[in-house]
T-cell receptor, first 111, second 114 residues
Framework: EDQVTQSPEALRLQEGESSSLNCSYTVSGLRGLFWYRQDPGKGPEFLFTLYSAGEEKEKERLKATLTKKESFLHITAPKPEDSATYLCAVTYGGSQGNLIFGKGTKLSVKP | GAGVSQSPSNKVTEKGKDVELRCDPISGHTALYWYRQSLGQGLEFLIYFQGNSAPDKSGLPSDRFSAERTGGSVSTLTIQRTQQEDSAVYLC????????????FGPGTRLTVT
């Protein structure tokens, strides 16, 4: 069973059409939940870290939230340049700092 | 400042050959990680270094894989007797310390085993 599950696998939006990406996790003793953006042929780019339920962080058109079992990445009025794969990862007591990744959501924003 | 750098960016090798992949972490970062990203598999942890402590090798898939970190900075991942299933993007990341600190990734090395 996957410890980190992201949905949907792919999402196609029109420019300006807001939506949310989901990351659910089953690990116990969460230490941190991380969101990354990955463009084709590049390494993941750090976006946010969330540590406790109820925490929220924002950056431009992106807002990340965290509950006890999942995190959402809300994208408000997306632009074509937001097109990328968004990765979610967690660290917990058992992972000892190593990131456990989901398989990502590939976002395409059409003009 | 400079980010994490990796070399080479691409490597094509024949099955059975050995390869070395290099990672230069962000200056001052004590923790260094190697991950592998295979098509459809997501990123998987391989090995971790923290300062002068013994590395955490729990993610290495076989004894053909090894890594070292010299002087607490540059790291080399070595794959011996490469197999086709080793084809993947190998990513290096560094962080200030182990634990909950965010990890910063390099651009990766795309390895193709023919």
């Amino acid at each position: 069973e996957d410890q980190v599950t992201q949905s949907p696998e792919a999402l196609r939006l029109q420019e300006g059409e807001s939506s949310s990406l989901n990351c659910s996790y089953t690990v116990s003793g969460l230490r941190g939940l991380f969101w990354y953006r990955q463009d084709p042929g590049k390494g993941p780019e750090f976006l946010f870290t969330l540590y406790s339920a109820g925490e929220e962080k924002e950056k431009e058109r992106l807002k990340a939230t965290l509950t006890k079992k999942e995190s959402f990445l809300h994208i408000t009025a997306p632009k074509p340049e937001d097109s990328a794969t968004y990765l979610c990862a967690v660290t917990y007591g058992g992972s000892q700092g190593n990131l456990i990744f989901g398989k990502g959501t590939k976002l395409s924003v059409k003009p | 400042g400079a980010g994490v750098s990796q070399s080479p960016s691409n490597k094509v090798t024949e099955k059975g050959k050995d390869v070395e992949l290099r990672c230069d972490p962000i200056s001052g970062h004590t923790a260094l990680y190697w991950y592998r990203q295979s098509l459809g598999q997501g990123l998987e942890f391989l090995i971790y270094f923290q300062g002068n402590s013994a590395p955490d090798k729990s993610g290495l898939p076989s004894d053909r894989f090894s890594a070292e970190r010299t002087g607490g900075s540059v790291s080399t991942l070595t794959i011996q007797r490469t197999q086709q299933e080793d084809s993947a993007v190998y990513l290096c990341a560094s962080s200030q310390n182990r634990g909950s600190y965010e990890q910063y990734f390099g651009p990766g090395t795309r390895l193709t085993v023919t």
